[in-house]
């Protein structure tokens, strides 16, 4: 089956700009997680929904950023006012539930120029 | 704060030797140490968990071990081959339920021919 899918896999944007980005998750996947990952770093947790509710944004660095998921499948991660240090690669996974391993998805590269 | 280390940055071998990857974390609640391979512009792949109530895991050429009273945790490769070649990145929950991961900096791994 198909894996977690992240649109777009680039982003280029202009400082100051609104960003956002989509995850797809493994069907029937009801936890799904986002990450940042900088050049040379490991993961960084920001935000983790169980269902449709955000079960623990503690990792969201600052009000500008923002995640939904409306419908308990499809997420998207929100980025106000765009900074030159939100350039990141943004993963997404997904768990059967929170017990189980997450898998991820490639991942949207964001650049701010 | 929470934490896990992750030695060494670099590893390079022969093709057929051994692999040992080490990490250490600090949150005595930590109750899951999954493994993920990356290789470049992918997101990560699991490719072994353990779980707090266990000792040691095998999976073919690949095994974890754990040790919660020193808060280690180890990657062991076998035979290597240079498909294996990648970043490695080990990871512990955090804030229970196996939720937030947070993660190691990572393990470049080079076998070569």
């Known amino acids: 089956g198909a894996g977690v899918s992240q649109t777009p896999s680039n982003k280029v944007t202009e400082k100051g700009k609104y960003v956002e980005l989509r995850c797809d998750p493994i069907s029937g996947h009801t936890a799904l997680y986002w990450y940042r990952q900088s050049l040379g770093q490991g993961p960084e947790f920001l935000i983790y929904f169980q269902g449709t509710g955000a079960a623990d944004d503690s990792g969201l660095p600052n009000d500008r950023f923002f995640a939904v998921r409306p419908e308990g499948s499809v997420s998207t991660l929100k980025i106000q006012r765009t900074e030159r240090g939100d350039s990141a690669v943004y993963l997404c996974?997904?768990?059967?539930?929170?017990?189980?391993?997450?898998?991820f998805g490639d991942g949207t590269r964001l650049s701010i120029l | 704060g929470e934490n896990v280390e992750q030695h060494p940055s670099t590893l390079s071998v022969q093709e057929g030797d051994s692999a040992v990857i080490k990490c250490t974390y600090s949150?005595?609640?930590?109750?899951?140490f999954p493994w993920y391979k990356q290789e470049l512009g992918k997101g990560p792949q699991l490719i072994i968990d353990i779980r707090s109530n266990v000792g040691e895991k095998k999976d073919q050429r690949i095994a974890v071990t754990l040790n919660k009273t020193a808060k280690h945790f180890s990657l062991h490769i076998t035979e290597t081959q240079p498909e294996d070649s990648a970043v490695y990145f080990c990871a512990a929950s955090i804030r229970g339920g196996g939720t937030a991961l947070i993660f190691g900096k990572g393990t470049t791994l080079s076998v070569s021919s």
């Open positions: 996974a997904s768990s059967s539930d929170t017990l189980q391993p997450q898998h």
């Open positions: 949150d005595s609640a930590s109750n899951y």
